[in-house]
């Protein structure tokens, strides 16, 4: 739900090719609830020879992914390099995390001193830049051309220890330089008349934080680098799934190879396709490799409402149980925490409430391991409807049957990045994501494993892996994001 809820809208990919990251309006047969999901070449899966492609092109840099992230990788070299770049993809943007999410760029659920902290810090720093800029041309300014709001966040708790919980957040977040402010009952209803935290409730208000629309983004983004195109520094191929690392003689690789072209890159070739990235990579390699990126697609649902006039919201919401995605149980949905092995199958529904430029109102979330399943679940969506109606009294009498028509379900998948632990042979979250060169092959980067902040890291993220292709020192610390001894 923010790139938090960047969730991964995607129909059910052949996992042994490679599979992006936008939507595009499909139906599910079952409900009458339309169903977001991206529109996928036809899957190849055997290896054409260079002999059957139709092109061949010299690069500096190529990215596979054309997600949020992807793209703004693209972006970052284009504006600050003399590089050349072009991107592939599987399908188009938006197909995946980047448009499934809520688009809230927040530091309400950041932890300051964590391994991501700084990196939060300035990607959010890198998206104010923007926003301001866009600004300055006019045009509608960042409003009406990057979706960008600055509604401010609420984490908000409803028990003495939640409240517990945001008082030591809040004051962790103003040491750290974040604008913070805990809030009583009283002052938390004079902010949001609609939110019930009953009286021993409260919140955690950031009144900088913001949110964006990730298909007006993207499109910006790709405006920007499409700008370099008739220089020759820019190409995107979507619809053109990669399929094959190609090495040299002497055993670098030199090329990536897709359905229809070979793309050679001269410095650097960059992985970024998200929740796809392990079954991707498992592709590229020899079946004797022993290197695993742990990505698995943990998979969301999310609620968009149209014209939905029960509800009037000020600020973006969360409820404080998202931070450890450990929530209550609802009817057959499991207690779940971060911990939740695959085997188990268990899920957690948290409340997250925002409204869009649109004015609609956008519902979530839940989170699962089920594969790349993309169907459905009308038990979770019940839940997050009635998570929903627990802090919001006018919701509590709105059957969902109602609103089916003006209601869209968003399906995503999350690229989660998990090691076992010793004990149990539990699946224990990384809560980082992978940013760096491959071991061994020494111009290859993998950046993926965001989870659910892929929106909110992005622009932090390619400015990462530019200083890293050009050997700059870099902003923000490497280290934490290597692949290098961590799997």
């Not at 809208?9 to 042994?16: G, I, N």
């Not at 055997?46 to 992807?70: E, F, Y």
């Not at 866009?134 to 409003?143: C, L, P, T």
């Not at 990384?430 to 892929?454: M, Q, R, Y």
């Amino acid at each position: 739900m923010d790139a938090a809820t960047a969730f991964a809208t995607a129909p059910k990919p052949t996992p042994a090719l490679f599979s992006p990251s936008a939507s595009s309006p499909l139906s599910h047969s079952s409900l009458r609830l339309p169903v977001r999901g991206p529109r996928r070449g036809r899957p190849l899966r055997a290896l054409q020879s260079p002999s059957q492609l139709r092109d061949v092109s010299h690069h500096d840099v190529v990215v596979v992914g054309a997600g949020i992230v992807g793209l703004a990788i693209a972006r970052h070299l284009l504006l600050h390099t003399p590089l050349s770049v072009a991107v592939a993809d599987a399908a188009v943007p938006c197909s995946g995390a980047t448009g499934a999410g809520q688009g809230y760029i927040w530091m309400s659920h950041r932890t300051p001193g964590s391994d991501t902290w700084e990196l939060a810090v300035r990607s959010k720093q890198l998206w104010e830049e923007l926003a301001a800029e866009v600004d300055g041309q006019g045009g509608g300014g960042a409003r009406e051309r990057l979706g960008w709001m600055r509604t401010g966040s609420l984490l908000v708790g409803r028990t003495s220890e939640e409240l517990a919980t945001l008082e030591e957040r809040t004051k962790a977040l103003s040491q750290a330089g974040i604008q913070a402010e805990f809030l009583s009952t009283t002052s938390l209803h004079a902010l949001e008349p609609a939110l019930s935290v009953g009286k021993d409730g409260g919140a955690m208000f950031l009144p900088q934080d913001c949110q964006i629309d990730a298909f007006q983004a993207v499109s910006l983004i790709e405006k920007t680098n499409n700008s370099y195109s008739p220089e020759g520094r820019y190409v995107e191929l979507f619809n053109d799934p990669a399929m094959s690392l190609i090495r040299s003689d002497v055993g670098t690789i030199e090329a990536v190879q897709t359905s229809q072209n070979i793309l050679y890159g001269r410095k650097a070739i960059v992985i970024a396709s998200g929740a796809w990235t392990r079954s991707l990579w498992h592709n590229f390699l020899e079946p004797a490799s022993t290197l695993d990126i742990p990505v698995k697609p943990r998979k969301g649902h999310l609620l968009v409402l149209e014209n939905f006039d029960k509800l009037k919201l000020n600020h973006g919401l969360m409820e404080v149980g998202y931070v450890g995605h450990q929530v209550a149980k609802l009817n057959s949905i499991s207690v779940a925490s971060e911990y939740g092995d695959d085997e188990h199958g268990s899920s957690s529904i948290s409340m997250t409430a925002t409204l869009d430029t649109k004015g609609n109102l956008v519902l979530g979330s839940s989170r699962e391991f089920k594969g790349f399943s993309r169907e459905v679940d009308k038990s979770i969506v019940k839940c997050i409807w009635e998570r929903a109606g627990e802090f919001f009294p006018a919701m509590r009498d709105v059957p969902l049957d109602s609103i089916d028509k003006n209601t869209q379900i968003r399906i995503g998948h999350r690229p989660y990045i998990s090691m076992k632990a010793d004990v149990a042979s539990i699946s224990v979250p990384d809560g980082k994501p992978v940013i760096g060169f491959v071991p061994d092959l020494p111009n290859v980067l993998i950046a993926t494993g965001h989870e659910g902040s892929g929106l909110t890291l992005a622009l932090g993220t390619a400015e990462m892996v530019t200083d890293m292709i050009v050997g700059n020192p870099g902003k923000v610390d490497f280290s934490p994001f290597s692949i290098k001894n961590r799997f």
